[in-house]
């Protein structure tokens, strides 16, 4: 076997990443190789502890060390640099407080001291012969510049690794980013081009756990030259009390876990740099170099320059990404105005919410799948989300929750039917609209396996080893323990997001309410107008109907005793005279019905539309048995529940219609149902039809298609009136004809939105 792959599998089967979040990886009581570190009481100025190569760097073994005073170790040099010491801030991380040659050594070191737990904690690392390299400050410079000027956070990330790695040299640098439960995935790469790609990879929590997040955040570079290195143990004074283990959660030097050494050695990284990426005073995510070839060590000079990068990546990354959410908010900001808009000119705002224009606007407030506006229990949907059915259900459960807003990216654990879409809808962000009624609009995320962006192939073999448990060490592997965690859970829904449906659900309910205040007014005032009209009708109608018996016996009269003295003209005019007082008699009867149906309560019962049916072909029986009409019926209509006597009136209407209407030899009307929410009831001819040009206006009162001596005649309000009490029902009416091919006469007894002529 290789050895390279042996020492994998020894590591692998030693690494366990479940006790990571229980690591105490600030006390390793080691160090790495490349330096020397120190320990000295802040009082007496003693050594507490002494790394075990402190000889290479001091000339003196570490038990020649610890004990001893800090200035007899480090000789003159000491109290030049006491003063120093007292002036820099010692509580935040390293701080350069030297350069310089020491007693007993050959070569220039970088001094390095902070303060933790305690102690003044020192660090030696020799200083590099070759120095900075000469453009260094150039390159960075240049970098930043070009960094201010990119464009949003997709392309700062992405100049930001290409140039990181152009002056570190790494084979590999990555932009990650965490998210709220500490997993995280890479958003931007720059790779040497023979090594696979990590970009769009997601991982657990696990493989960056909550010490290592910690660690990283309290400095802004963590340079691991060798993954390979021997840790260098701390040795210390075995007579002093506070000679306990040293937080080295600040320092350098500190020794890593073996759990990430045995995470890079499979990985195949030789050497790392890391560099955190904080939004206001938390991690956001990393900035990770790695290093494949072989060990790589950055000079002082060089990780320096990395650490003034990361500073100002963390400040410009900030702008950049308030821009973007500046961007949005904006952008939403305008759907909403155009939305509102759109709502406030129409009369039903509900159903102008389902107008597919409204819903493709509702649908780009915030990124989602899929989207629901439910209504009094109907659902209009656009996108991925669950059945109408399942979205009722939901409804009906977020109705009984106080808040007006609700939101998760975990809807199953909540809510145990939606373990039935999870896939389409694993994040929820709902928002009601009427606060007394069932009114929501339903943002849907699709489970957040569903919504990962691959750069390289998911389903590459990894080879590490057939030991147990151990191939999860490699990022492909990662990735599939980080789907694991993610089930049946979607991307979380961002704040600016939550604000914003809010602010338009109060805008819609401002608007449903001004509307429902001026229906209300407009209610009261019409209904005073209507008892006014209905007086002043009653009263009209009753000295017309006066006047025309007046001229009608008037007229009979005249008839009766000078029908011999008139002429054939005279006798004419005296006919028409009659005819004009009944059918004015009639007109008059006519807008009484319809002014009562109008002003009159509904009351409804169930009733059985057979029964009604029977009642209104009572008086056409004679017509239908001299023309020799057929009458078609099912075997039931079934039941409703409707005004009976309305209802008898509008199938009397339309019968006489068929009947009058029909100047065929063999006639038949047809009358039946079609099933549906609501059912769909119809009367149908094989007359002599309606141009489609008329289909409306049959509808319209005195509206006459024909002469009025043609088809027996008519006042015109027939189906004007039978519109009226179809509408007071909240159905509608419609036909569908065609010339001598006979008409199709529906209605509907309650509301239906999605019924089309």
Request: glycine letters at 6%.
């Amino acid at each position: 076997m290789d050895p390279a792959k042996a020492d994998d599998i020894v590591t692998a089967r030693n690494v366990d990443l479940s006790t990571c979040d229980r690591e105490l990886v600030q006390f390793p009581d080691a160090i790495q190789p490349h330096g020397a570190m120190l320990t000295v009481d802040d009082q007496s100025n003693l050594i507490l502890h002494a790394s075990a190569n402190c000889a290479d760097f001091l000339g003196k073994p570490p038990d020649a060390v610890v004990g001893s005073t800090i200035a007899a170790v480090l000789g003159p040099s000491w109290r030049n640099l006491t003063e120093t010491l007292h002036r820099m801030p010692l509580d935040s991380g390293p701080v350069t407080i030297a350069r310089e040659s020491f007693v007993g050594t050959e070569r220039g070191f970088n001094l390095f001291a902070h303060r933790c737990g305690g102690l003044i904690i020192l660090e030696l690392e020799k200083s590099s012969a070759a120095g900075a390299a000469p453009n260094l400050y150039s390159q960075v410079r240049a970098d930043l510049a070009r960094l201010q000027d990119v464009k949003g956070l997709k392309d700062f990330f992405d100049v930001a690794v290409e140039r990181i790695r152009a002056f570190t040299g790494y084979d590999r640098v990555m932009a990650y980013r965490f998210d709220e439960d500490g997993s995280g995935h890479v958003v931007a790469e720059a790779r040497r081009d023979d090594l696979e790609p990590y970009l769009g990879l997601h991982y657990p929590a696990s493989d960056i756990p909550a010490p290592a997040r910690r660690l990283f955040s309290l400095s802004w570079v963590r340079h691991l030259p060798d993954v390979d290195y021997t840790p260098v143990p701390m040795i210390a004074a075995t007579n002093r009390p506070a000679s306990g283990p040293v937080d080295m959660s600040f320092a350098s030097l500190r020794s890593v876990s073996v759990m990430y050494t045995g995470y890079l050695k499979n990985m195949g990284v030789r050497s790392t740099l890391v560099m955190p990426l904080v939004k206001e005073g938390k991690l956001w995510g990393l900035i990770s170099a790695m290093h494949h070839a072989a060990p790589r060590h950055l000079t002082h000079e060089t990780r320096m320059a990395a650490e003034f990068l990361a500073h100002t990546l963390s400040l410009l990354m900030s702008a950049k990404e308030d821009a973007e959410l500046f961007g949005r908010i904006k952008a939403m900001k305008a759907t909403s105005e155009r939305l509102i808009q759109a709502l406030a000119v129409e009369a039903n705002v509900v159903k102008a919410l389902r107008a597919p224009d409204t819903l493709q606007l509702l649908a780009t407030r915030v990124e989602a799948g899929g989207l629901a506006l439910v209504s009094d229990h109907d659902v209009t949907s656009t996108g991925k989300t669950p059945s109408h059915d399942q979205v009722r259900d939901l409804v009906r459960w977020l109705a009984d929750r106080a808040s007006p807003l609700f939101t998760t990216d975990r809807l199953s654990s909540l809510y145990e039917p939606g373990q039935a879409f999870a896939r389409d809808a694993s994040g929820v962000l709902a928002v009601r609209i009427s606060p007394k009624l069932p009114e929501f609009v339903l943002w849907f995320r699709p489970e957040q396996v569903e919504t990962v962006a691959w750069a390289g192939d998911p389903h590459k073999p990894v080879e590490v080893s057939e030991s147990d448990g151990m191939l999860r060490l490699r990022p492909r592997n990662s990735f599939a323990l980080w789907k694991e965690s993610v089930r049946n859970r979607s991307i979380p829904w961002r704040e600016d997001e939550k604000e914003a449906v809010v602010r338009l659900a109060a805008a819609i309910g401002d608007i449903i309410a001004e509307r429902a205040t001026r229906v209300e007014r407009i209610s009261r005032e019409l209904g005073a107008s209507r008892s006014e009209l209905g007086r002043y009708a009653d009263t009209a109608s009753h000295e017309l109907k006066e006047h025309l018996r007046g001229i009608h016996h008037l007229t009979t009269a005249l008839r009766r005793r000078q029908g011999d003295v008139l002429d054939e003209e005279g006798q004419q005019q005296v006919a028409t005279i009659l005819k004009l007082t009944q059918r004015m008699d009639s007109l008059v009867d006519a807008l009484l019905e319809q002014a009562e149906i109008g002003r009159s309560e509904l009351s409804l019962q169930t009733v059985d539309l057979d029964a009604i049916v029977d009642a209104a072909l009572l008086p056409f029986a004679r017509q239908l048995a001299e023309h020799n009409i057929e009458v078609r019926r099912p075997a039931s209509l079934g039941s409703a529940t409707c005004n009976r006597e309305w209802v008898s009136e509008v199938f009397a209407n339309l019968i006489a219609n068929a009947i009058k209407y029909n100047d065929k030899p063999a006639r038949w009307i047809e009358i039946g149902v079609e099933q549906g929410h609501p059912a769909r009831y119809y009367v149908r001819d094989n007359g002599i039809g309606i141009a489609e040009t008329d289909q409306q206006l049959v509808f319209q009162m005195f509206h006459r298609l024909n002469e009025p001596e043609q088809y027996g005649g008519g006042a015109g309000v027939g189906l004007a009136m039978t519109r009226k009490i179809i509408e007071r029902h909240g159905g509608r009416i419609w036909v569908q004809s065609r010339p001598g091919d006979g008409s199709t006469f529906y209605f509907t007894l309650s509301p239906d939105d999605d019924i089309r002529p």
